[in-house]
């Protein structure tokens, strides 16, 4: 039995260089940290995947991600191990662990994330740092209607092309005259964040100039479902702010 390389303090062994080692129990701690788990390292491999199989779903966000953390933790940790030994070089722990959230992330951002995932699947975006699309589902094609008496209607719509984001809406009133109309570029953010915010800037537009009651349509049914309230809306959102919601109405 030899040495362990990553602490050289303890002789080495499965437990102690995966759990016990000062080193990698730091990397592990870190990560169940980014999943709103403070707690130490068990003390051995049967320990550890008991109480990661009781504390996280089978079959949700957050316990799929775990596992993938904890197949990536051992990996990298081994090849740690085995660098030292065989090439003579070393890592901080704080590399080595951001390599494994590296990784966590891009298996993470490859997968297809439902509308439905939203509590935790915000929680791993804010935790992790996961920047991936939620798929949208398509919605029914819908014709131009005028809207009724006293009601203005807005139709709002945003697109990405050669990473440069636009916005573009029209504001029609009751005859269907053309009252507003609006394009520009903006920044570039997912696709779901610039349809609300050209939702949100429209409705901020018509009460400025006093038209209380506005219909809003546009073609993005998740940023429908956000405003409803069908949904949780994606933490990227967040910082539009609420000032759109109870004052129209939307249609796909």
Known sequence: MNQC????????SID???????????????LLGRAGCRRRPRRNLQQE???LMTSFGQHDLLGATMRIAFSASRWHVWTERNNRILRG?????KQVLRRIVQDVVSKAARSRWKPRDGNQRDLLFEKWGIQAEVPIEQGRSVKW???????????????LKD???GLGALIRDENGAMCVA?????????????????????????????????EIETDSLLAKQCLLHEVKRPWAS????????GTSQEKE
């Open 5 to 12: 390389v990553l602490c050289w303090s303890a002789m080495e």
């Open 16 to 30: 102690h260089l995966f759990f016990n080692c000062a080193y990698t129990a730091w990397i592990w701690r870190s």
């Open 49 to 51: 995947v008991e109480i």
């Open 89 to 93: 070089t070393c890592s901080h722990k």
């Open 145 to 159: 209607s005028i809207p009724e008496p006293g009601t203005w209607k807005a139709n709002a719509d945003a697109a």
């Open 163 to 165: 990473e440069k984001g």
């Open 182 to 214: 609006v394009a520009k570029q903006v920044e570039v953010a997912p696709i779901f964040v610039l349809e609300l915010r050209a939702i949100k800037e429209r409705v901020e537009m018509a009460l400025q100039k006093g038209w209380s009651r506005l």
């Open 238 to 245: 967040l910082h539009l702010g609420a000032k759109q919601e």
